[in-house]
């Protein structure tokens, strides 16, 4: 009986520590809002694909995956993706496809990239 709850503690550490490390793991950057037109990163950069007409491109795009990037007003791209857990951009952002949107969240920048981690969306 005691090897019995010996184990199910250890289980129990095991279990609570190792999700412990999901639940912590919050970018580390500067928060920001950033003003700027949501777009299938692939079609930009491979085409220049931008802007009302390629609105139904971009979306499927999105909702099949690729990632999203915001431009903004001068030529910054950001990567996008959500600082919800287990939610990616495309959930938040594939139906505003090459519209202009503000999002705030965290901003990460490392080796020539970056990326903001969206909380908020207007």
Request: aromatic fraction near 4%; hydrophobic fraction near 45%; charge should be positive.
């Amino acid at each position: 009986m005691h090897a019995m709850r010996m184990a199910a503690l250890v289980i129990l550490a095991v279990t609570t520590t190792s999700g412990a490390r999901y639940v912590s793991a919050e970018p580390k950057g500067e928060r920001v809002t950033v003003t700027g037109e949501a777009l299938d990163l692939w079609c930009y950069v491979e085409a220049g694909d931008r802007g009302p007409a390629k609105r139904q491109c971009a979306t499927m795009c999105a909702k099949a995956g690729n990632p999203i990037a915001l431009l903004d007003a001068q030529g910054n791209i950001y990567l996008t993706a959500s600082l919800k857990s287990h939610q990616s951009a495309q959930a938040l952002l594939a139906d505003k496809m090459n519209e202009e949107v503000t999002v705030a969240g965290t901003l990460v920048r490392k080796n020539g990239i970056q990326m903001i981690y969206i909380d908020t969306i207007r």
